[in-house]
Structures are given as C-alpha cells and as structure tokens.
C-alpha cells in the first residue's frame, strides 16, 4: 500500500518537531557540559549540575521520539541515512553515556575532577557529533537504487566540521543562557559573561554555515537567491539579525528570561533556515518523503499511539519543569 501524502506531511511534521524539541531541551543540557571548564570547580558546577538535574533525562525522551519516528515513518530513509553516519551517530551516542555516566558519578567519588572531564567531553563530543551528522546529510550521500552507495568516511568534510563547530557553540549559548535564567549572584556574572563569548561565537557559526550552504551540490543556492524561493528565504536573515541584536540588548541590560528565549528564537530560525533547503527531501537531491514514507495503513496506526503518548509526554516534563522553576543557589541544591 502506498503512503498517503497527508499523512506522510504529519509525520515529517511530527518528527521535525521532535529534533527541534530536543535541541534547545536537551541542548542546553549538553551546552552547560560544554561551559563546564569556564565554570569554577566546586560551587560553580555543582549548581549548574543541580539546575539540569531534575530534567535532563526527560529531554532526551524527544531524541528517541525523532529517531524512532524516522525509522518507523521514513524506513527508506532511515536505511540509506544510518549507514552514511554510522561513525559520527555511535559517537554521539558514546558521548551521550559518558555524559551520563559522569552526572551520576561526580558525586561518588573524590575524583570529581575525572568526571568532570568526563561530562565536558561526552557533552562536546555529542554535540559536535550532532552538528557533523547534520553537515553529512546536507552535504549529500550517494544511494544507487535504494540503498548508501558511499564510503565509510563520506561523511568527513570541511563543512561537516563547521556545522559540527556550530552546533557546539549554539549549545554553549543556550546552556549560558540557562544558567542566566536559573542562578543568582556569582555564578549568574560569571553566565552572563559566558554567553556574551557563545553568543559571539553562535553567530559567527550561523553566519558561515549560511555562506557555504549555497555552495553545496544540492540546489540549495537556487532556494536561496532565486525567485520564488528567494521570497520565502529573505525574511530568514533579517530575522536573524533582529534577533542577534535583541539579544546582545538583553545581554546589556542583564535581563533573566529574555537571553534563553532569544537564544532559542536564533535556533528556530535556524531550523527553518534548514527546513527550506531540505523540504521535501527525505535523502537531500535523492529520495523524497514521499518516495521514502511507509504504507498509509502504518501511518494511520503510528499516528494513533502517537496521539496517545504525545499528550503525556508534554505533560511529565512540563510537570517537571514547573515543579522544579525557580532560582537555584550555590547553598540550595535539590
């Protein structure tokens, strides 16, 4: 049975949503593992640990929900994607458990200063991974019928290290950001500071992403510098902007809460920055959603647990973020 082309919207829709939860959820997680050398041992980390700790694994709920969703939505493209970033996907996920591992640890044990190196390099390690991954799949695979025709280190490309670069440092703002939102006193200066350099730094790697994107392979400049797609990509840069300077504005004026949204708000814009390029690409210039969707009678049962699961999912970890609000102080960890 063939897939239906609405359905099929829904899941891209559903999955998309998913990866962007999961980024500015969980990467503001990864970002504060990334921040964590900047931070001063003791005091400083411990209350940084202690803002994430009652919500970090609820987070990664949503990579599950994204990566599930395109092997059960999108198996054509699972198959030809998984193997071109098999080595930057088993180190992201290498990177994810040593993170893990080291948040559990740290507070067992008087080698504290390991497995604080530890949750910096699994942090970094994952997001980087994340960043590469994308690069790859922007970049193009070869797939000769239906399957990946290219080798092991496709995947390895000036630009796929830049995308990997950037993803760090838009994590290391957000998780800057974060900090500023959920501490006080010393350790909200010292995120203040730390997000002026990420947010310097984020847009230097959004500004070169977006140079050399138009340069790919794909068709990605003709999106981008002619019309009609040029309509729909214009206002994207100039949001940006605004954004950029709303944000150095707020940063200035020591605003709380405006730095984090903002910071998310350049990670949207972004997004769809992406969203333009790929769409409605499954395998960039190979395969599309539809040509990559499963049967329509799969779509709809998914589509029912999803309902399902979806709602709660939304509401235990807007639960738990609530429950847990609040500032967090160097003498008030939970």
């Not at 504060?32 to 609820?58: N, Q, S, Y």
Request: net charge positive; hydrophobic share 55%.
């Amino acid at each position: 049975m063939a897939a239906d082309p609405i359905l099929t919207l829904i899941w891209a829709a559903i999955i998309g949503t998913a990866i962007f939860v999961y980024v500015i959820t969980d990467g503001f997680d990864l970002g504060i593992g990334i921040l964590f050398p900047a931070l001063a041992p003791g005091g400083e980390r411990d209350t940084a640990i202690a803002t994430i700790k009652p919500v970090w694994d609820a987070n990664q709920t949503w990579l599950v929900l994204g990566g599930g969703g395109v092997f059960a939505a999108f198996p054509l493209a699972y198959a030809i994607l998984m193997p071109a970033v098999y080595a930057p996907l088993i180190a992201m996920l290498l990177g994810l458990i040593f993170r893990g591992v080291a948040f559990k640890y740290r507070v067992r044990t008087k080698r504290v200063w390991l497995w604080d190196g530890a949750f910096f390099a699994g942090s970094t390690l994952a997001a980087f991974s994340q960043g590469v991954i994308l690069g790859a799949i922007l970049q193009g695979v070869k797939v000769s019928g239906r399957s990946y025709a290219g080798g092991w280190w496709d995947w390895l490309s000036p630009f796929s290290l830049l995308t990997g670069a950037s993803v760090v440092a838009g994590y290391a703002l957000i998780g800057a950001c974060w900090l500023i939102w959920r501490t006080e006193h010393r350790v909200q200066d010292h995120a203040f500071r730390l997000a002026k350099r990420a947010g310097l730094a984020t847009l230097v790697a959004i500004a070169s992403v977006s140079a050399a994107t138009p340069f790919l392979s794909h068709d990605y400049f003709s999106r981008w510098f002619e019309a009609p797609g040029l309509f729909w990509t214009a206002p994207v840069p100039i949001l940006v902007a605004v954004t950029a300077f709303a944000l150095r504005r707020a940063l200035a004026l020591r605003r709380e809460i405006q730095p984090f949204v903002l910071a998310q708000m350049l990670f949207l814009l972004s997004f769809t920055g992406l969203g333009i390029c790929i769409f409605p690409w499954a395998v960039p210039g190979q395969v599309t959603i539809w040509q990559a969707a499963t049967a329509a009678n799969a779509q709809s049962f998914m589509l029912v647990g999803v309902g399902i699961m979806l709602p709660i999912i939304l509401a235990y970890t807007g639960y738990g973020y609530w429950l847990f609000r609040g500032k967090v102080s160097e003498k008030d960890h939970y």
